[in-house]
């Protein structure tokens, strides 16, 4: 006959370590949401720009203004979820299809970087919930931009990573 005090202690072993593995993933989604980016997302500064860099002055600088997302690598665009970018000065605003972010721009030339974004805490379907973690990650890979006829076109080293067109 089975001891049940055998059976007991695996299925709280098993329970343990799903918990575990829970709070595990928990950590992480807070830690994305929360802004905190992981070290492993290889995201960096492209090498001329650093936290030391001044930020950008020219306030008639041709990144500054509205720019909507038309196109962004591995992110399902649908009409119902405009993401846009604002550039004013060394700030940048923006809206995924769920949150709100903000952060500040380095610029130098057409090398760029973004600094750690801060991103709202809101919820919503699984499906945009992806499209707008996608777009945080991409736009945070960012090293260099290129103005063509009226888009702005972001680059992760050489590889186009976003498209937007100037909302006038």
Not at 61 to 69: E, F, M, S
Not at 134 to 160: C, G, K, P, T, W
Request: aromatic share 6%.
């Amino acid at each position: 006959m089975a001891d049940p005090n055998l059976s007991l202690r695996k299925l709280s072993l098993w329970l343990n370590l799903l918990l575990i593995i829970a709070v595990g993933l928990c950590a992480t989604g807070i830690a994305f949401w929360a802004g905190i980016v992981p070290a492993n997302l290889g995201v960096s500064l492209p090498e001329n720009l650093t936290e030391n860099t001044p930020m950008k002055t020219d306030s008639l600088h041709p990144l500054d203004g509205k720019w909507v997302i038309t196109k962004a690598s591995d992110v399902d665009m649908r009409d119902d979820h405009e993401m846009y970018l604002e550039i004013t000065d060394s700030a940048v605003y923006g809206e995924g299809p769920c949150n709100d972010f903000t952060t500040r721009v380095l610029i130098s030339g057409n090398d760029l970087g973004f600094m750690p974004i801060e991103i709202g805490r809101e919820s919503c379907a699984s499906g945009p919930m992806r499209h707008e973690q996608d777009f945080i990650q991409n736009l945070m890979r960012v090293s260099r931009y290129e103005i063509q006829a009226d888009e702005l076109v972001l680059y992760m080293v050489d590889v186009e990573a976003l498209r937007a067109r100037k909302v006038r």
